[in-house]
């Protein structure tokens, strides 16, 4: 098996260390990540000008672009070979709901689905990364369903790993994306030109974590796995926009 591993958190950390020294016992891991954290970087391509791709003493390969550059990069030249798989993460840090929208590291995974491999997004649930452990077993667990039954198609998994020790992890709970409050308020500040800066707020707090879930079952201690799609089409709406321009 084939795995090419990738994250937003930057070729350095120690979720995606974890993950790939986990993985190397199902076959051959490559990972191609970026040279620095691009969390909430999305499904940004870089267009503007040439990346480069350079090799860390540890054998990883690291970019000067984004996630989904990265597995892009990898797919299409970079790799002399085509991965059987994509896996993206240990990410420190959920990523649920709205948070999808805006992940790097659900977008690596993204990328992979999009060229047509089976890919995982994999996130502790977590920012005190207690037990990523936990995570890359389950990254590991899964991949091998993977490798010895084949989806069929296509299949884009965002997996949400409580952060606790994996005897105490619950079952794998096959889940919706819920919904987030709207975000914080910006956090102003002056900069020492005494010129007016921003910070983005935090995340609201859940407003649709109700049974089904991906905020559910972490918060009842389960393993999400959330199969996701790219088509963005509104079908249930085609009707009325197509009354409403009619008018």
């Given at each position: 098996m084939r795995i090419l591993v990738s994250n937003d958190d930057g070729y350095f950390s120690p979720g995606i260390a974890l993950l790939a020294g986990r993985l190397a016992a199902l076959g051959d891991v490559t990972v191609v990540a970026p040279e620095r954290d691009r969390s909430g970087a999305s499904n940004s391509l870089t267009l503007d000008r040439p990346l480069a791709v350079?090799?860390?003493?540890?054998?990883?390969?690291?970019?000067?672009?984004?996630?989904?550059?990265?597995?892009?990069?990898?797919?299409?030249?970079v790799l002399d070979f085509l991965p059987d798989l994509v896996v993206s993460g240990v990410n420190l840090?959920?990523?649920?709901?709205?948070?999808?929208?805006?992940?790097?590291?659900?977008?690596?995974?993204t990328e992979g689905f999009l060229l047509g491999i089976p890919s995982l997004a994999v996130s502790l649930a977590s920012k005190e990364g207690r037990h990523m452990e936990s995570a890359a077993g389950v990254a590991f667990d899964l991949a091998s369903r993977l490798?010895?039954?084949?989806?069929?198609?296509?299949?884009?998994?965002?997996?949400?790993?409580?952060?606790?020790?994996?005897?105490a992890l619950g079952p794998l709970e096959v889940t919706r994306l819920g919904r987030r409050h709207k975000a914080e308020p910006v956090v102003r500040m002056r900069t020492p030109r005494g010129e007016e800066a921003y910070w983005i707020g935090p995340a609201g707090g859940a407003a649709d974590a109700g049974p089904g879930t991906d905020f559910h079952a972490v918060a009842q201690?389960?393993?999400?796995?959330?199969?996701?799609?790219?088509?963005?089409?509104?079908a249930a709406q085609s009707a009325a926009v197509r009354d409403w321009l009619a008018r």
């Open positions: 350079r090799r860390a003493p540890n054998g990883f390969y690291f970019v000067n672009g984004t996630p989904t550059d990265c597995v892009h990069l990898a797919v299409t030249g840090g959920a990523n649920m709901g709205d948070d999808t929208i805006y992940s790097g590291t659900v977008a690596a995974a490798g010895r039954l084949p989806f069929g198609q296509a299949v884009l998994l965002n997996v949400n790993v409580p952060d606790v020790a994996a005897p201690g389960r393993v999400s796995v959330t199969p996701l799609q790219v088509d963005l089409t509104h």
